[in-house]
């Protein structure tokens, strides 16, 4: 059995010839408090530890920034599509968390790692992004426990909030993780 830390995730993704190249190109745009975050980096823990020699397609590589001087939608799909015209065949979503509280209902953001917390689950909330000398930062708010542990369970701003369960019970069915990664256990509120 595979036991992954921070330091072998981060190796995992310097080493990964596409996710740098993602990541560079995210870099490039200079966002303030930018990540990459969600499925881009608890696909790769998943596929490593379920033995996978191919990679699982990710449906959106979910770059986000926080800025509260440039709130609006136009912004990000502008940023999208500088994205795109770098590296058009990456399925590029652009989200400024400065205003994602708006659209989800809940009090404001205080930075993207704060946003990055109160994601649905555990496993997901997680990001990375790069430093000024190409090298991979890892945040897990939530602690990488859940996502190496190959656990789905709701972030704890999920438990807290009661009225946030349908949302988080929906989302897991929709995605059925467990179809593409079997060892996966996932928890219902």
């Known amino acids: 059995m595979i036991v992954l830390n921070e330091t072998d995730i981060i190796t995992l993704i310097e080493e990964d010839e596409w996710m740098m190249e993602i990541l560079k190109t995210a870099h490039s745009l200079n966002l303030p408090d930018w990540w990459i975050c969600a499925g881009f980096v608890r696909t790769k823990i998943w596929d490593v530890l379920h033995g996978f020699s191919v990679r699982t397609p990710i449906p959106?590589?979910?770059?986000?920034?926080?800025n509260t001087t440039?709130?609006?939608?136009?912004?990000e799909k502008q940023l999208e599509e500088k994205l795109k015209f770098r590296l058009p065949n990456?399925?590029?979503?652009v989200k400024n968390e400065?205003?994602?509280?708006l659209r989800n209902h809940v009090e404001p953001y205080s930075s993207s790692v704060d946003a990055i917390s109160k994601f649905p689950e555990t496993a997901t909330a997680l990001g990375v992004k790069l430093d000024e000398r190409d090298k991979v930062i890892l945040t897990a708010p939530c602690g990488i426990?859940?996502?190496?542990?190959l656990k789905v369970k709701p972030t704890p701003y999920f438990l807290k909030n009661a009225d946030l369960a349908p949302i988080y019970n929906e989302r897991i069915l929709k995605k059925n993780w467990?179809?593409?990664?079997?060892?996966?256990?996932?928890?219902q509120i």
């Open 98 to 101: 400065a205003r994602m509280h």
């Open 145 to 149: 426990s859940d996502a190496v542990n």
């Open 90 to 93: 990456i399925p590029w979503s």
């Open 178 to 187: 467990q179809a593409t990664w079997n060892k996966v256990s996932v928890h």
């Open 70 to 75: 440039k709130v609006n939608v136009l912004e």
């Open 60 to 66: 959106d590589i979910d770059v986000i920034y926080f």
